[in-house]
């Protein structure tokens, strides 16, 4: 079992420009969360993807965006990047269909730059 | 809503003495408690949980924690640290919103272990 995998590892963009982000899910997980961890604080809750629906959103604006695949993995999408943008984006996954569901397994993380 | 709070942003301990890191939370329902370990450039590894049952829960790596629900406190506590738990640790809640879980991190705290 892989777990939790995350593309790319490291990532630098400049302002204004567009990322995605993507993560796959650990095997028999079907929810993936994406969470912001910028430098020095805990991890701040992006959004919550189920059956290829946003389910829940935390406080982020609307150029932080997602998508799920059919196959459960989910892509992070930011646009008109901004220096503050610059942390490690983590994902997590979850299995709500197989009893698992509160207990989340996160990825590595993609650090992204922004100059 | 929900609110989590670590009460030591870093905490200088000696190998092999005792330590405990406190997490106090804040939510209107029924929550799941968790803490978390990150090493550097690393994601977030769970080190415990606790959904129900037995308020004195046991983790990875000779940690344990105990809920206590009157306190609203999720302390955790290792008996002997070593060098190799240097790192950072962060307390999270999880709780329900409209059938789907919202986890909520605290900022995390930083035990640095002294040889």
């Known amino acids: 079992d892989a777990g939790v995998t995350q593309s790319p590892t490291h990532l630098i963009k400049t302002r204004g420009q567009q990322v995605t982000l993507r993560c796959s899910p650990k095997?028999?997980?079907?929810?993936v969360s994406w969470y912001q961890q910028a430098l020095g604080q805990g991890p701040q809750f992006i959004f919550q993807?189920?059956?290829?629906?946003?389910?829940q959103r935390g406080n982020f604006p609307d150029r932080f965006s997602g998508h799920q695949f059919p196959n459960y993995s989910s892509e992070l999408n930011v646009n008109a990047l901004l220096l503050g943008d610059s942390a490690l984006y983590l994902c997590a996954s979850s299995g709500r269909l197989s009893g698992a569901y509160n207990e989340q397994f996160f990825g590595p993380g993609t650090r992204l730059t922004v100059l | 809503a929900q609110s989590v709070t670590q009460l030591d942003s870093q905490v200088p301990v000696f190998e092999e003495a005792p330590v405990e890191l406190r997490c106090n939370y804040s939510s209107s329902v029924s929550v799941y408690l968790f803490w978390y370990v990150q090493y550097p450039n690393q994601g977030l590894q769970l080190l415990l949980k606790?959904?129900?049952?037995?308020?004195l829960v046991k983790g990875i790596n000779g940690f344990e924690a105990e809920f206590n629900k009157s306190q609203t406190s999720f302390h955790l506590r290792k008996p002997s640290v070593h060098i190799s738990d240097t790192a950072e640790y962060f307390c999270a809640v999880s709780a329900s919103s409209g059938g789907y879980q919202k986890v909520t991190f605290g900022i995390g705290t930083k035990l640095q272990v002294i040889p």
């Open positions: 606790y959904l129900s049952g037995s308020t």
């Open positions: 095997s028999g997980h079907d929810t």
């Open positions: 993807y189920y059956e290829e629906e946003e389910r």
